[in-house]
């Protein structure tokens, strides 16, 4: 598949919208594939976040839901 650099752009920022529907689906990925075994790590990578807003996402979910640890 090719992207231009037009398409790359679009994408990414619907990627990165702020909306809330948005943001809890993406951390509700985050954390499936950090259930499946995946490292903060790689979760970042594949979903094109950085670390740092993986690892929040934990500490709030673990905050919600203690006994999910």
Do not use: H, I
Request: proline share 1%.
């Amino acid at each position: 598949m090719f992207l231009t650099e037009n398409d790359r752009e679009t994408l990414l920022t619907a990627l990165n919208a702020k909306n809330s529907e948005v943001v809890q689906a993406r951390m509700a990925n985050a954390l499936l594939l950090l259930a499946d075994g995946l490292s903060v790590e790689d979760v970042a990578g594949l979903m094109y976040l950085d670390e740092a807003s993986v690892t929040g996402w934990v500490s709030v979910f673990s905050k919600r839901n203690p006994q999910g640890n």
